[in-house]
T-cell receptor, first 118, second 111 residues
Framework: GAVVSQHPSRVICKSGTSVKIECRSL??????MFWYRQFPKQSLMLMAT?????????EQGVEKDKFLINHASLTLSTLTVTSAHPEDSSFYIC??????????????FGPGTRLLVL | KQEVTQIPAALSVPEGENLVLNCSFT??????LQWFRQDPGKGLTSLLL?????REQTSGRLNASLDKSSGRSTLYIAASQPGDSATYLC??????????FGDGTTLTVKP
């Protein structure tokens, strides 16, 4: 099946720094990628929808200036957490929709990135 | 707005038991429903995907059913094993592509 990778898998940073997380579709083209955040013992919450070549659509309550999303190609989307603070510590998961899946519109999920802000 | 509820929130069973996890959703206009497994600190592992036109899917000891009219899906696990211990999430997708996740059921299978 299709594979979505995320890099890094785990990152620890100091408060105030920026962290970039990459999401790649390895063997398919993804016109749409989704970014989710998951706090401990909670379910995944959609942060934003990223469309290739256009601005991301952010969910209510998600600061677009803090969570910068770039979807520059059909296989790569990046999430940059700017000026990270301890409350941004979370598990970030991306998913990608296979462009060629036609009517199936299957989504594939990445393995997640655990961010810890000290 | 779609709401997804999973019951129970936690379940503990002895090894070998058959069990059912429940997922209910409020808007029946879905494109598909997917069950995932999540181990502590890990990402999602897709278990079964049911398209809106399907009634069930099976993979090994797992069977997932979908009843759109009643807004329900069940995940049946046969002959449970300690290795099945994890959190099980269901996710519902409308045609627009944004999945809504339930809060999950944390399963513990005791040896």
């Amino acid at each position: 099946g299709a594979v979505v990778s995320q890099h890094p898998s785990r990152v620890i940073c100091k408060s105030g720094t920026s962290v970039k997380i990459e999401c790649r579709s390895l063997d398919f083209q993804a016109t749409t990628m989704f970014w989710y955040r998951q706090f401990p013992k909670q379910s995944l919450m959609l942060m934003a929808t990223s469309n290739e070549g256009s601005k991301a659509t952010y969910e209510q309550g998600v600061e677009k200036d803090k969570f910068l999303i770039n979807h520059a190609s059909l296989t790569l989307s990046t999430l940059t957490v700017t000026s990270a603070h301890p409350e941004d510590s979370s598990f970030y998961i991306c998913s990608a929709r296979d462009r060629a899946s036609g009517g199936q519109e299957t989504q594939y999920f990445g393995p997640g990135t655990r961010l810890l802000v000290l | 707005k779609q709401e997804v509820t999973q019951i129970p929130a936690a379940l503990s069973v002895p090894e070998g038991e058959n069990l059912v996890l429940n997922c209910s959703f409020t808007d029946s206009a879905i494109y598909n429903l997917q069950w995932f497994r999540q181990d502590p600190g890990k990402g999602l592992t897709s278990l079964l995907l049911i398209q809106s036109s399907q009634r069930e899917q099976t993979s090994g000891r797992l069977n997932a059913s979908l009843d759109k009219s009643s807004g329900r899906s069940t995940l049946y696990i046969a002959a449970s094993q300690p290795g099945d211990s994890a959190t099980y999430l269901c996710a519902v997708r409308p045609g627009g592509g944004k999945s809504t996740f339930g809060d999950g059921t944390t399963l513990t299978v005791k040896p």
